[in-house]
Every structure is written in C-alpha cells, then in structure tokens.
C-alpha cells in the first residue's frame, strides 16, 4: 500500500483547509485508516481514525467539534477536513492505513501500519 498526502499550506488562525490521502496498492486490504501530526519538538500523534467497515469515526479531543475525518471508496482517498485552526494545529499532517493479517500457522492476527510521507499544515496567528 502507497499513500500520498497533499493539500498541506499556510492557512491564517480560524481559516480552513482540506488534507488528502490517496491510497494505491492493495487498498482493498485496509480494515483502518488515520491522520496523525507532528508538530516542531513534539511527538506524533493522533489526529482522527475511520474504519474501512462502518466507517466509524474517532477524534482527538483537541480537534473534536472542528475537524472531519471522511473516505471516498471510489476514488481510495481520505480527507480531513479542518475548520477554524488554531497556531496549535502547525504539523506536518501523516495518513496511515492498517492492515490485519491472520497467520494460520501460528493461529495470531497481526497488523501493519504504512505511513505516507505527510504534507505540512502552518497556521499563522
């Protein structure tokens, strides 16, 4: 599985802007998929998660109430739509699907993550 994120750029405080993730490869594999940040000094964290089934959705309570994470099947893409951000938003934006594998031989089901490259959000106060 390939990902590519776009739609990163300089955006004022309380502006919005739409993030993508396009997906290729063995797209049809991935049971979850997922935007993370990663802010100057800081660690990685999660922003939002869906799943492939019901397209349950799950957010960080720092973002919850402004951003939307959605998934269009047709066209293997992932958004996150943002909405009044903050200076604090300021990330490098990462998608990352996962992948569950059974392994009958040692009767364990795994996963594995592929990560884009991310595509860097900057909000200006």
């Known amino acids: 599985v390939q990902l590519v994120e776009s739609g990163g750029g300089l955006v004022q405080a309380g502006g919005s802007l739409r993030v993508s993730c396009a997906a290729s490869?063995?797209?049809?594999?991935?049971?979850?998929m997922g935007w993370y940040r990663q802010a100057p000094g800081k660690q990685r964290e999660v922003v939002a998660t869906?799943?492939?089934?019901?397209?349950?959705?799950n957010y960080a309570d720092s973002v919850k109430g402004r951003f939307t994470i959605s998934r269009d099947n047709a066209k293997n893409t992932m958004y996150l739509q943002m909405n009044s951000l903050k200076p604090e938003d300021t990330a490098v934006y990462y998608c990352?699907?996962?992948?569950?594998?059974?392994?009958?031989?040692?009767?364990?089901?795994?996963?594995?993550?592929?990560w884009g490259k991310g595509t860097l959000v900057t909000v200006s106060s």
């Open positions: 869906i799943t492939s089934g019901n397209s349950s959705t």
């Open positions: 490869g063995s797209t049809f594999s991935i049971n979850a």
């Open positions: 990352k699907a996962t992948i569950y594998y059974n392994d009958y031989a040692r009767g364990i089901r795994y996963g594995m993550d592929y």
